[in-house]
């Protein structure tokens, strides 16, 4: 007899879709369902050898997301990064996001349109800036991006909007670089994953049920080495907490990955010693302004980085724009809630825009949000691959401004070291949990 959906005169039947309480084993179990729990999650079932030999389970403690850092985005993708893995990883996704029907599209379905918007960052420099914007740009043209360098005279050129004062260089991105809806992206990655028969659940995981064992290190020290057996999750809808056995975990729960970390004993109880191995990663709050400004630039408007930090973009058309500002270290805004601070567009972002576009004086602004950068604080790079110390726990966090764009690159990255046991397609060693021990930075000089 053939299965229910199957199409007639043929042996095809679709995936079962999973909702709810999980199944009480699984290979894999993601913890957070945003862009890269999902993109994870669809990567593993992409890669695995036969149909339905892997079952992964993705755990989503809030199915509207009111908090989650994918869907609070501005949707940015650009290649005009310093390190060259960060470059491989935006390449690798704007790739991904041209073929997404191909590789995302589900049968019986609308075709996916994430609403991509072409248009390339511009970043500006000073005269002290100048001179590693350069170099960006050298090291981006050696990876195959197409960039170009402006001086003040050609910005006015093209851009008779703009004001040159204090930019000595510019740096345009001629290619794959723009801005799409991160919404789509997510619910992309998720419809598509559901479809190969993801399970998910709607639960908040709450412990891990641990093994560990004292061993000697290479360096003859005695430490835990711990595994986990169980995820523990309480459910969203009713008072009940399930517990799901599993042999491998992933920690993909962006701003909050610091809380599942300590979950595997990765945290708070560990001696002075030991600190390094904590998680660096913690939610910093970013606001995001939407203005009106009906002479502002046109359709030309690229994705600005001011000298100041101060960015913007075309909202639609019609004149509507967005930007904000990553506040200094002294102005970290409270975090307990998403509240937008007013005052801080009033005195530090908007006299840099209207600074650098005139016009901007007279804006009004009309809406704004706020949303948690996932941010590591050891060196703003992203943690991706396994913890040293509990040998079937996986990270992919800590990506701070860039984890929307990375998330095709990044899914791919994490299923490749579970399923393949390394880096196949892009090599992310230097992103290794193992660099935060060894007290080994990976900057990044373009961080917005
Ligand atoms: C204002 C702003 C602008 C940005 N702009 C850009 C941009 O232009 N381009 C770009 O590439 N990136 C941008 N980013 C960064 C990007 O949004 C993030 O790096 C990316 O979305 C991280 O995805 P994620 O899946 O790791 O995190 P999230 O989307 O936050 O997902 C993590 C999920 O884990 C869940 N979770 C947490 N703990 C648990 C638990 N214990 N149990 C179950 N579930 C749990 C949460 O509910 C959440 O849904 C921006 C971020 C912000 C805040």
New binding site residues.
Partial sequence: MKAKGALPGSDWSPFHITEGVPPERADVVI???????WSIAYWLKKKEKSRDSIRVVV????LT?S????V??????RQQYSMPENIHLSLFSANFLRLINEHLGVVNQPPIDIQFNPSGYLFLASDEGAAVLEENVQIQRMEGVLVSLLSPAQLRKKYPWLNTDGVALASYGLQNEGWFDPWTLLNAFRNKALSMGVYQSCG??TSFDLDTKELLTHEGELMDFSRIKNVNVQMTDSTESTTVECAIVVN?????SS??AEMAGIGTGLPDSLLAIRLPVEPKK?Y?YVWHCPDGPGLECPMLIDTTGAYFRREGVGGNYLGGLSPTEEEEPDIRDLEVDHEFFQDKVWPKLAHRVPHFESLKVRSSWA????YNTFDQSPVIGLHPLVDNLFFA?G?S??????SPAVGQAIAELILDGQFMTINLDTFSFKRIMRGKKAVERNII
């Fill in positions: 913890v957070g369902g945003g862009v890269i729990g755990v989503e403690k809030d997301y908090k989650a850092s994918t609070l985005s501005v949707g940015g993708i908040e995981v993909a729960a962006g701003a909050w809380s599942v970013r995001v949303g948690y950068y996932d966090t990506f401004g860039h984890g929307l764009q990375q």
